[in-house]
Every structure is written in structure tokens, then in C-alpha cells.
């Protein structure tokens, strides 16, 4: 015989990234120069952000919707990069795949981001790219406090804790990629 407990989990906690100062910020770019780290443009709200509820913070460029930055934990430290997002088609409503969290947007909620390489590589102009959220809020889709849409979220039996460790892990992969 086979005996079957179902448990219910309830609200799983998991603990976000620690709060980032806008120095941490600045110092934590690999792949810009300090004068382009020194000019970039940092979240105004740090103090307002969801700590918490963050595996990483991301964030668009206000002056440019081609520039966007991502900034996550690492060791000690933190670690920043600069990326360069796509023009998105005209028309385009297909859905697509945030290679991170797996969240499915439609039409441009999904945006191939090209980060340049850290060091020699990136200055001699190579660059790696994978499709983000556009507006880098994965942590938060994954968590349920920001909604996708239909069919945005697949179900999945995971718990909460594995697919923010699948998504940091898809996030380190990706940052191993530019600081190679």
C-alpha cells in the first residue's frame, strides 16, 4: 500500500539579496569603465525597494530604453553589470521565454540583452547576450507579487526556494559568460 500526505506549504520565505547602497552599486560593474559606472543611472527608491523579494536588482536605464543594469550578490561584494537591450520588432505578439526565470511575456515584455564582456575581451568589442524580462523584475514574477498576464507563469510542482535557485543559478551562468 502506498500512503499519500499532503501538506499544505503555505507562504514559503525566502530571504531576498541584502539592501545595495548606490556606492555598492557603482563599485560593482565588471564590465564598464569607473567613469561609465560613475555616470550610469541609479535608482532613486533603493530605500523603497523590496529587498526582501529581490534575487537580484534590475533596473532600466530613465534616459534610454536601450540601457539597462543588473546588480546581484556575490561573496562579500556584489556583483554589476551594464547591458544593451534590443529594439523590439514593430508588431511583434508572439510570446517568449525569459531564459532566467522562465516567465512568458507577449509582445515585448521579453528583450534580447547583450551585455559587453569584462576585460580585454569586452574592450575589444565582444559581448554576450540572452532574452530577460524587459523590465528585469524575475524575481517578482517568480514570487507572484508581479503578474505576467495569461498564461505568464507555467505551473510548476517546484517550491518557491527551487525556482529562485534555478533562476540565480541561470543568472550566474550568465555572469560567468560575460566575466569569461
Not at 555616470?39 to 537580484?56: G, I, N, T
Not at 551585455?115 to 507572484?144: I, P, W
Not at 526556494?161 to 560567468?176: G, K, M, Q
Request: glycine share 10%; with cysteine; proline share 5%.
Amino acid at each position: 500500500m502506498l500512503f499519500v500526505c499532503l501538506v499544505p506549504l503555505g507562504k514559503v520565505s525566502v530571504p531576498g539579496m541584502r539592501p545595495a547602497t548606490e556606492r555598492d552599486i557603482r563599485a560593482s560593474f565588471v564590465n564598464c569603465t569607473k567613469g561609465e559606472a560613475k555616470r550610469l543611472a541609479v535608482p532613486r527608491d533603493l530605500d523603497a525597494r523590496p529587498w526582501d523579494d529581490l534575487d537580484f536588482l534590475g533596473w532600466q536605464d530613465p534616459a534610454s530604453s536601450e540601457r539597462a543594469y543588473l546588480v546581484t550578490e556575490s561573496g562579500d561584494g556584489f556583483v554589476g553589470i551594464a547591458l544593451r537591450r534590443a529594439a523590439p520588432r514593430a508588431g511583434q505578439v508572439r510570446r517568449s521565454m525569459c531564459s532566467l526565470c522562465l516567465t512568458t511575456h507577449l509582445g515585448g515584455g521579453v528583450s534580447l540583452m547583450t551585455a559587453r564582456k569584462a576585460g580585454k575581451e569586452g574592450q575589444q568589442g565582444n559581448s554576450v547576450g540572452a532574452y530577460f524580462c524587459t523590465d528585469l523584475a524575475c524575481s517578482l514574477y517568480l514570487r507572484g507579487k508581479k503578474d505576467a498576464g495569461p498564461g505568464g507563469r507555467f505551473h510548476e510542482s517546484l517550491p518557491l526556494d527551487r525556482l529562485i535557485e534555478r533562476t540565480t543559478a541561470n543568472l550566474a551562468a550568465f555572469l560567468s559568460r560575460v566575466t569569461a
